[in-house]
């Protein structure tokens, strides 16, 4: 005869022990970053549209400001146009912010999950709270 009671605690202990790696993992997931589009701008937008298509951004935006840097403070150019001719000042604040007025919720939230903080806000103005959503 064998005490059931032990034998269960005893797989109910070893399966604690190697589902370990499983659920210390729980804790820590980072959830996939979802950046928000749900701004008064961007509602109000007739063509829900980004400067350039969405999946050219995520990848380039990077790319596209140190370029908008150039162009506006070496060559005084302040006018972007879009593939699709629409027109927008070249502006960090006056423009991406003025659209994606909610920082915490867009860039932060992909910023936060790549662990990088933009060090721009030092010189430029930082995105206003009220305008958050
Ligand atoms: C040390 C101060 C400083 C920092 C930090 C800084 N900038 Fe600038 N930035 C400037 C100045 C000054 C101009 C020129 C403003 C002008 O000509 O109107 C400028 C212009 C720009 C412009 C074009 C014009 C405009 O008004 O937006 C862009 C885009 C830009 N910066 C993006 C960035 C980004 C992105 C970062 C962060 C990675 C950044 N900057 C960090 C000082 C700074
Ligand atoms: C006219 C409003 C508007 C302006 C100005 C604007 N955006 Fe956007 N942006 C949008 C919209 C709307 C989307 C989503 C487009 C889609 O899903 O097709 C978007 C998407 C993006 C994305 C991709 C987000 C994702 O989910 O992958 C990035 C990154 C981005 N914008 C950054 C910027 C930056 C940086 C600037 C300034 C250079 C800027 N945006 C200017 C409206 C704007
Ligand atoms: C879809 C996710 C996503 C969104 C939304 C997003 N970013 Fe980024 N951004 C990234 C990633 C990822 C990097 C790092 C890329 C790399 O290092 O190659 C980055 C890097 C940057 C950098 C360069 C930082 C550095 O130190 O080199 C700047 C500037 C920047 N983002 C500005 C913005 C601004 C402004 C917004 C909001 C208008 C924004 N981003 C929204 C994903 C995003």
New binding site residues.
Partial sequence: MYDSGKVIIGIAVFLAFVMFPFYINIGVVVEK?E?CLDTPVIQALEIKECVKPAHIM?AT??AL?DNWKDLASRYGERLFVTEDKREFDIS?QMT??HC?SN?ER??M???AF?A?D???WECHVVPEKETMR
């Fill in positions: 970053p950046p995520r935006h990077i400001l960090l991406c912010m994606h920082y867009f860039c939230e992909c910023h790549v990088i933009v060090g721009c």
